[in-house]
């Protein structure tokens, strides 16, 4: 899914680390999360932009203004907000999964993108 909303794209956003392996970047704006998902690249868009779980598009080439080509350098979640959007990201791994169509990883590795994966905390 193409990304849509160029609004978004335009919008400096300060993400955190989530410390997930499949959602490795999150930020509450506006009181909602706004969710990265790390994709099996090359054989689907290198990440996917969640609002609120609610799938906003693909991106390969994340916006300068979203400042993350410095990534150790910002701030963890909380474990509450760690945890909170685990939650809000349950069930939506693999590629597609956002659409009802699960990517099934017989060639890139999606079979493996589990919640369980997801909640494995990593630096």
């Known amino acids: 899914m193409a990304m849509t909303d160029a609004a978004v794209l335009r919008t400096p956003v300060t993400f955190r680390r989530v410390r997930s392996n499949l959602f ?8 909602g999360w706004h969710v990265l998902r790390l ?46 959007v685990l939650t809000l990201m349950r069930g939506l791994g ?17 079979d493996t993108m589990t919640d369980d994966w997801a909640a494995l905390e990593v630096e």
């Open 24 to 31: 490795p970047w999150a930020a509450r704006i506006g009181g």
């Open 39 to 84: 994709n099996s690249f090359p054989d689907h868009p290198l990440h996917t932009l969640f609002i609120d779980g609610a799938c906003i598009g693909d991106l390969d080439d994340l916006p300068d203004c979203w400042h993350l080509e410095h990534g150790s350098q910002h701030t963890p979640l909380t474990p509450q907000e760690r945890q909170q």
């Open 94 to 110: 693999p590629y597609g999964s956002e659409v009802g169509q699960p990517c099934d990883g017989a060639f890139c590795g999606c």
